[in-house]
């Protein structure tokens, strides 16, 4: 079993800064692959950051130059850095993992998610 943590939501005025972590436990051979999602209310959930294995990374327009996203070390932890926050960023904030477990066994597990708002 693979689970998905986040952490680091909160209430951040126009302009400021937040950073979103997500940490993964259980039997994990590989992560594949990492993405932040988010989805506000009465609207879809869109992929807002993906970073790949060898490090390539996706992000949408409506985030670049603003958000980055990352890996740490054993790859465990993943990071979304968020500055020049704005009120349509607000949305609950969903970390999602794919990769293989050291069964052999694909994964593709959702954390909870974490709720940033964006007001002021």
């Known amino acids: 079993q693979v689970q998905l943590v986040e952490s680091g939501g909160g209430l951040v005025r126009p302009g400021g800064s937040l950073t979103l972590a997500c940490e993964a436990f259980?039997?994990?051979?590989?992560?594949?692959?990492m993405g932040w999602y988010r989805q506000a209310p009465g609207k879809q959930r869109e992929l807002v950051a993906a970073?790949?294995?060898?490090?390539?990374?996706d992000y949408a327009d409506s985030v670049k130059g603003r958000f980055t996203v990352s890996l740490d070390g054993p790859h465990i932890m993943k990071y979304l850095i968020m500055n020049n926050l704005k009120p349509e960023d607000t949305a609950v904030y969903y970390c999602?993992?794919?990769?293989?477990?050291?069964?052999?066994?694909?994964?593709?597990?959702w954390g909870l998610g974490t709720q940033v708002t964006v007001s002021g």
């Open positions: 259980g039997s994990i051979l590989s992560i594949d692959y």
């Open positions: 970073i790949s294995k060898g490090g390539s990374t």
């Open positions: 999602n993992t794919k990769g293989y477990t050291i069964a052999g066994r694909v994964y593709d597990v």
